[in-house]
């Protein structure tokens, strides 16, 4: 056990019940997806990245990106019964002209599941990175790289500053990091109906209307998490949607938790 290479777990999703799933960077230049059957180790050393770096079997040589881990049935050993080099999915939708390798990336706070302050040499400030940690969330990502492409230049989102690839397929995006920005509520209703009904302008229906979508700052409110956001030409659905905002503003429960600030 253990491994020679320099090993770093960047994102995990953890099951006791079923496989779990595990993106690495191996020496700081290459990115390794590993599944690991249930079963085999702790829910708590596979969350804590050095521990799960230590028990981990030594990782096989060789040109691969998508590893399976499961037990040898006679003496119960964790070894890797598969590597291959696969073609994870990416997006497709690259309108933006600036690409940025995930690697080039300097990673600050977590602000949510796969959304991160970073540095980058491209930009002289801190922006935000959001990207699909695992294949299965590359939809997400296309569906929010069109939103993003259809709300460009109209004051509505934080600004799209350029996709975000991971050998060479485009796996997230950046955008502006908004400072000194809260979560809204309901006192914020105006100037939040004012943002979301200029998205609706554009005949664009978010789908997500809960106040930790909606950043405060500076008099204003800017709209977030494009991820369900759907072009609409129902006007009913984009008055319903209007019509819902005090009740989601109002919401005190933490459905939707956190947000960009």
């Not at 200029?198 to 789908?207: A, E, K, P, Q, V």
Request: proline share 5%; charged share 25%.
């Amino acid at each position: 056990m253990g491994n020679p290479q320099k090993t770093e777990l960047l994102q995990a999703e953890v099951d006791e019940d079923d496989q779990s799933f595990f993106r690495l960077l191996v020496d700081n230049q290459s990115i390794k997806y590993i599944t690991i059957d249930p079963g085999i180790y702790s829910v708590e050393d596979m969350c804590f990245g050095p521990s799960l770096v230590s028990i981990l079997p030594e990782l096989p040589p060789g040109d691969w990106n998508d590893g399976l881990v499961t037990k040898d049935s006679k003496d119960g050993r964790a070894y890797f019964a598969s590597v291959k080099l696969t073609q994870f999915p990416g997006v497709q939708n690259h309108w933006h002209g600036t690409h940025v390798d995930c690697l080039a990336l300097s990673f600050g706070r977590k602000l949510r599941t796969g959304i991160y302050e970073v540095n980058c040499p491209s930009f002289d400030r801190t922006v935000v990175a959001k990207f699909a940690r695992f294949p299965w969330e590359i939809q997400y990502m296309e569906n929010e790289t069109s939103a993003y492409q259809w709300i460009a230049g109209h004051d509505i989102g934080p600004r799209f500053l350029g996709h975000l690839a991971e050998n060479s397929r485009v796996i997230g995006f950046l955008m502006e990091h908004i400072p000194n920005a809260r979560h809204a509520d309901a006192r914020d209703v105006e100037i939040c109906r004012d943002v979301l009904s200029r998205l609706h302008g554009l005949g664009i229906l978010h789908g997500d209307t809960n106040r930790f979508n909606f950043l405060i700052h500076d008099s204003r409110a800017t709209l977030i998490d494009f991820d369900t956001a759907r072009k609409c030409d129902d006007p009913s659905l984009l008055r319903q949607e209007l019509e819902n905002l005090p009740a989601c503003l109002e919401d005190s429960s933490s459905r939707g938790g956190g947000g960009l600030l």
